[in-house]
């Protein structure tokens, strides 16, 4: 690639496929990071449903480069979670987004920051071969896909 | 395991993959458990997309372990649809979660009860070597995922 | 099959998979179409998370078959993207739902017909072996899978 080209797909390989009960009153985005550890996952895909005592959604603030954050104290449904596991810092970081609907039907959703398992069921496919890791992005500010240089 | 650990993660291996393309007036989740039940499908992960003629959400009240449910008679976009099909009494069961959008573009998410398919396309993915069963779970109320044992 | 027998199902098998970084400031569906083009992926299913800049969402209106537009201007959160590329009329054609929600979490969800990119983390499986192809469908009005002929 030449300079300032960006590298936008990175080929990966099917490995271990895992069905996950998170476990009850921990917090569904430290249950998979965990997980990853454990099991030595470097990245990975994932959906999620079941409910959530609480949660905390992140929405980003695309010209300040910051989140503003929504605690949401009440029982919530997860109606749709779709994330993924990748290397960041040589560590696995967990990137979830999710539908979260309150007891009336009413719909919020963001970046899932966090939230308290009531009960969930993931759905979770390791990737390998990826090659990449999180950096920083000038453009948005965000932690993105790149491949690692050596200094990584 | 010792005496109260809880089985937290099932590794599976892909199986059969399919595109299903569900039935006009059919119900999505009658149509996903039959295709299952023919196909001989005991464990899978599908997401859905599509649109409803109709269509009924549950919210489960985590204090009181009962459903509510919300009826939309509006024909509904799936704007969301992620699922699995699991074992329960020895009979494939679907699970499904789902966000949906009228014609004014409102949001309504949750459990996904039942719904009469305008159209909807499914991609659905066979889980081999699960070996678990939904069980009746009594901190939650909900029927989740436990090892079989000899009497199941 | 007999006459007017409609084939639901589709077995294919899992292809390449690929972890897609779609580019700042492209159009979401045009960069999924462009590279399932390059890559000569003819069908294929995938996840989306992350920021679009701002998207055009579509309803269909089940008894005028026609769909009624809306577009947001403002920056949205992808709190879920759900979709699949497939044949039409010889070329992949990108077919994506989406849940998005703004900066004061109000979500909104329907067909994503676009978006312009913030940044986008996309999880896309080929599928191959499909058969299939997109035709229009007299009842629905829309374009669904059939099987190609030899006059496709």
């Known amino acids: 690639m030449n300079k300032g080209d960006l590298k936008i797909s990175f080929k990966v390989e099917g490995g271990r496929i895992f069905l996950l009960r998170a476990k009850h009153d921990s917090d569904i985005i430290d249950f998979l ?5 454990k099991n030595e996952i470097a990245t990975a895909a994932f959906t999620a449903i079941g409910a959530l005592k ?3 959604l992140g929405f980003y603030d695309q010209e300040k480069h910051e989140y503003s954050e929504e605690s949401l104290s009440a029982p919530q449904e997860i109606a749709s979670c779709i994330g993924n596991i990748s290397p ?5 970081f967990t990137h979830a987004h999710a539908v979260l609907t309150d007891q009336n039907g ?3 959703g963001g970046h899932l920051l966090g939230g308290k398992v009531f009960a969930a069921e993931i759905h979770l496919t390791e990737l390998e071969g ?3 890791t999180r ?4 453009v948005t500010g965000l932690s993105l896909w790149k491949i690692p240089t050596s200094n990584s």
Chains 1, 2, 3 share one sequence.
Do not use: G, Y
């Open 33 to 37: 990071t965990e997980f990853a550890k």
């Open 54 to 56: 609480s949660a905390k």
């Open 88 to 92: 960041k810092e040589n560590k696995p």
């Open 106 to 108: 009413k719909t919020c």
């Open 130 to 132: 990826a090659k990449l």
């Open 135 to 138: 950096k920083n992005d000038d």
